[in-house]
Antibody, heavy 116, light 112 residues
Framework: EVQLLESGGGLVQPGGYLRLSCAAS????????MSWVRQAPGKGLEWVSS????????YYADSVKGRLTISRDNSKNTVYLQLSSLGADDTAVYYC?????????WGQGTLLTVSS | DVVMTQSPLSLPVTLGQPASISCRST???????????LNWFQQRPGQSPRRLIY???NRDSGVPDRFSGSGSGTDFTLKISRVEAEDVGVYYC?????????FGQGTKVEIK
């Protein structure tokens, strides 16, 4: 059974940084791209970043480019999202999803709140 | 970026009646390999999104057959043949043909 478990969310001050993690199980992790999709409170879904199975290719939404870094550790079956220079509009539930643009499995999400 | 436009944004439905959601894209979603990468997701209240349909009309494992997807090019439809109480939630279309992947605004399905 495929499982994705995000962690690392919390309350961060504006301008701060945070690293989110997503632990995967139930599939050959290194064979699949992984992505992060976020959802601001009461809003829709927004793709933010993807990483190839090897980690050699990374992709970012223009809205976050330069402030986010996606990475993965295939020995730990984990994908990470480091966010910096956080602003109020980064407040959202961050979901990790399997795949580059197919998103056949999603985690339960982790809430990031940016506030002073 | 490809813009995905859903209608209606709110859909009150009577239990047991059909429901239909439209999704239109600003560019054709046919990829060079001939496939069309249009997915539908369901997000029940308080839950994560769940993929229902991939490549226009393929149901994911465990998805009831009352859900069906159709369409081509730039126009797509998700249909629920007979709405059940568990179908309440927000439905999103998403295209994966053109980079970056983009979602529709979501359609909220509720029971009348």
């Amino acid at each position: 059974e495929v499982q994705l478990l995000e962690s690392g969310g919390g309350l961060v001050q504006p301008g701060g940084y945070l690293r989110l993690s997503c632990a995967a199980s139930g599939f050959r992790f290194s064979s699949y791209a992984m992505s992060w999709v976020r959802q601001a409170p009461g809003k829709g879904l927004e793709w933010v970043s993807s990483i190839s199975g090897t980690g050699g290719s990374t992709y970012y939404a223009d809205s976050v480019k330069g402030r986010l870094t996606i990475s993965r550790d295939n020995s730990k079956n984990t994908v990470y999202l480091q966010l910096s220079s956080l602003g109020a509009d980064d407040t959202a539930v961050y979901y990790c999803a399997k795949g580059r643009a197919d998103f056949d499995y999603w985690g339960q999400g982790t809430l990031l709140t940016v506030s002073s | 970026d490809v813009v995905m436009t859903q209608s209606p944004l709110s859909l009150p439905v009577t239990l047991g009646q059909p429901a239909s959601i439209s999704c239109r894209s600003t560019q054709s979603l046919v990829y060079r390999d001939g496939d069309t990468y249009l997915n539908w997701f369901q997000q029940r209240p308080g839950q994560s999104p769940r993929r229902l349909i991939y490549k226009v009309s393929n149901r994911d494992s465990g998805v009831p057959d009352r859900f069906s997807g159709s369409g081509s090019g730039t126009d797509f439809t998700l249909k629920i043949s007979r709405v059940e109480a568990e179908d309440v939630g927000v439905y999103y279309c998403m295209q994966g043909t053109h980079w970056p992947p983009t979602f529709g605004q979501g359609t909220k399905v509720e029971i009348k």
